[in-house]
């Protein structure tokens, strides 16, 4: 049988919160969440996209549970108020979704002086989560699924040039990022596991779906190409989600599983397990970056109780 979006199990008395809700796979897992009955915060950087988002949902499915946050993953100011505003309402945390980022963007800098794709799709991402480990230890169970890419397969991390300094490719960082995504995601599987917690670290990929990611940082000239595969070649940005989806609820997942489409290469079909590359299975990659990671943001994770400053 293949798993869909009608499978996803009764989410009812579930708070998730999901980065990047407010267009693509996110509004989707956000909406189906919501469907099965979760409470679903929109962590979004543009407020008024995520509000428009909430009323599509809402007029979709009216008895959705579903706020807007401001949250820009390009800030660490942001990404720590976030934190701050969410444990102060609220008394846990059952699902984060860690879905939002930006692909093949022009050499940029984010608030705090990172290369975009590295501080957006990793470094933001890494602080939100250890700022929100307390709430996740609050509720058994809790999951942190982290989005990833078939372009992983293609990065390396780059520890002596991180931040695309010396030579930047734009193509290049993306799956560096995306490769950091997978490395985080098993060395927080690791770390939970060695300190006892119940807490489930997942990633998923969506194979190649038609989303707006495609169209938002890449030059012109390559947004015509992929507008044309993505009609002639893509999946729906609806099977993309699927993986998502089944990482953050199916019963059987468990941590450091890889979740993607079950079609030749990976590119589309229903949710499975998937095998990663071998550089995202390096342990001691994995390490480095996580201490190189907590020394860049500035959050320390205690697996005792939260997120703490670095020093």
């Not at 708070?15 to 407010?22: D, I, K, Q, R």
């Not at 947004?223 to 019963?251: D, F, I, K």
């Amino acid at each position: 049988m293949k798993w869909t979006a009608d499978d996803v199990p009764d989410q009812s008395g579930r708070l998730a919160v999901v980065t990047g809700a407010n267009s693509g796979l996110g509004r989707i897992v956000a909406r189906e969440l919501a469907r099965a009955g979760a409470r679903v915060v929109i962590a979004s950087r543009d407020t008024a996209k995520g509000e428009a988002a909430a009323a599509e949902i809402r007029a979709g499915v009216p008895e959705a549970q579903v706020e807007v946050e401001a949250l820009d993953l390009a800030s660490l100011d942001s990404v720590r108020d976030f934190a701050r505003r969410f444990v102060a309402r609220r008394d846990g945390l059952d699902l984060l979704v860690n879905n939002a980022g930006v692909m093949a963007a022009p050499r940029r800098r984010t608030a705090d002086g990172f290369e975009l794709q590295l501080g957006t799709n990793h470094l933001g991402h890494f602080a939100l989560t250890g700022l929100l480990l307390g709430a996740l230890r609050a509720r058994p169970g809790a999951r942190v699924v982290t989005v990833s890419s078939n372009a992983h397969k293609a990065g390396r991390i780059d520890f002596d040039d991180l931040q695309g300094e010396r030579r930047y490719r734009r193509w290049r960082a993306y799956g560096q990022s995306k490769l950091a995504n997978l490395l985080f995601m098993f060395e927080l599987d690791r770390r939970a596991r060695d300190a006892g917690l119940d807490l489930v670290s997942v990633a998923a990929h969506p194979g190649y779906a038609a989303t707006n990611l495609q169209f938002n940082a890449p030059p012109l000239h390559e947004r015509l190409v992929m507008r044309v595969s993505n009609a002639l070649v893509a999946q729906s940005a609806e099977m993309g989600a699927l993986p998502l989806l089944y990482a953050a609820t199916a019963p059987d997942v468990t941590g450091g599983l890889y979740i993607g489409p079950d079609g030749r290469g990976e590119a589309r079909g229903h949710p499975v397990v998937v095998v990663p590359s071998r550089r995202a299975l390096d342990p001691e990659a994995a390490a480095r970056l996580w201490q190189v990671s907590e020394e860049l943001t500035g959050v320390r994770y205690d697996f005792g109780g939260v997120a703490q400053p670095a020093g």
